[in-house]
């Protein structure tokens, strides 16, 4: 009895040690890494970066309020036919809206980059978000 006790309060102090260990997310420091990371990637040049990442942020901040609007589906009812079929019809407006929007801020991008590097900076996005999905489901995995 006393070694199941023991073991037990050693699994929550492990925990509690690697619950201490986790930062809380900062969003700045993410947006810093982000821009960080597609620059690199990218190839880009601190003129270049200087011109690319105000109208990049631009982009990210109306694509906040398409996020904040496919939240809003999260509370439907599902027993209820009518709400989920006005539900459907919203998300998909959304999304086309999203991708009308994505494709009005690449060819932004257009104007200011050339090609190979917008299409490096679109990939270096995806490549990032899936680093940092990797690292918050496997915190300890190197890389």
Same mark, same amino acid.
């Given at each position: 009895?006393?070694?199941?006790?023991?073991?037990?309060?050693?699994?929550? +102090?492990?925990?509690?040690?690697?619950?201490?260990?986790?930062?809380?997310?900062?969003?700045?420091?993410?947006?810093?890494?982000?821009?960080?990371?597609?620059?690199?990637?990218?190839?880009?040049?601190?003129?270049?970066?200087?011109?690319?990442?105000?109208?990049?942020?631009?982009?990210?901040?109306?694509?906040?309020?398409?996020?904040?609007?496919?939240?809003?589906?999260?509370?439907?009812?599902?027993?209820?036919?009518?709400? +989920?079929?006005?539900?459907?019809?919203?998300?998909?407006?959304?999304?086309?809206?999203?991708?009308?929007?994505?494709?009005?801020?690449?060819?932004?991008?257009?104007?200011?980059?050339?090609?190979?590097?917008?299409?490096?900076?679109?990939?270096?996005?995806?490549?990032?978000?899936?680093?940092?999905?990797?690292?918050?489901?496997?915190?300890?995995?190197?890389?």
């Amino acid at each position: 009895m006393k070694k199941f006790l023991f073991i037990i309060v050693l699994f929550f +102090c492990a925990y509690t040690i690697n619950a201490q260990n986790r930062k809380p997310f900062d969003p700045m420091k993410f947006e810093a890494d982000l821009e960080q990371f597609i620059a690199t990637q990218a190839g880009l040049t601190p003129q270049e970066s200087s011109q690319f990442f105000p109208v990049y942020r631009e982009m990210r901040n109306k694509q906040r309020a398409f996020f904040g609007a496919d939240k809003r589906h999260s509370h439907v009812d599902v027993t209820d036919d009518r709400a +989920c079929a006005k539900a459907i019809m919203e998300r998909d407006n959304n999304e086309i809206a999203m991708k009308k929007l994505i494709r009005t801020y690449h060819n932004r991008f257009l104007e200011i980059l050339p090609a190979n590097k917008v299409f490096k900076v679109i990939k270096a996005e995806d490549d990032f978000h899936r680093r940092v999905l990797n690292h918050f489901f496997r915190p300890n995995r190197n890389r």
